[in-house]
Nanobody, 126 residues
Framework: QVQLVESGGGVVQAGGSLRISCAASGRAFGTYGMGWFRQAPGKEREFVAAITSNGGRTYYADSVKGRFTISRDNAKNTVFLQMNSLKLEDTAVYYC???????????????????WGQGTQVTVSS
């Protein structure tokens, strides 16, 4: 069992940067793949980024590639999402997820992940 708590959301101007975090409790954090999803009002939850258990491989949605960076610190049971060059369309609730280790491929549908945080709101203003 893994409990996930996101933090660091807020309001930022377009073009700005923000880093959100996800703290995990429970054993074996270092064996889980970790991911970030987001959900805007009236839209389905969508994949943003994922990282393997050892941090050696990352995956990104095309919409955030080159702007967002996912990383993890297994010693601190924490995963991060650094968001740069933010756009209005990045506004959403961002959710942290834990699940299988995406060594060769990543599942981008939410049903493929086992544990979820409560979400943190990120609002990009003009």
């Amino acid at each position: 069992q893994v409990q996930l708590v996101e933090s660091g959301g807020g309001v930022v101007q377009a073009g700005g940067s923000l880093r959100i975090s996800c703290a995990a409790s429970g054993r074996a954090f270092g064996t889980y793949g970790m991911g970030w999803f987001r959900q805007a009002p009236g839209k389905e939850r969508e994949f943003v980024a994922a990282i393997t258990s050892n941090g050696g491989r990352t995956y990104y949605a095309d919409s955030v590639k080159g702007r967002f960076t996912i990383s993890r610190d297994n010693a601190k049971n924490t995963v991060f999402l650094q968001m740069n060059s933010l756009k209005l369309e990045d506004t959403a609730v961002y959710y942290c997820a834990a699940g299988y280790d995406p060594i060769d491929t990543v599942v981008i549908v939410p049903d493929g992940w086992d544990y979820w945080g409560q979400g943190t709101q990120v609002t990009v203003s003009s």
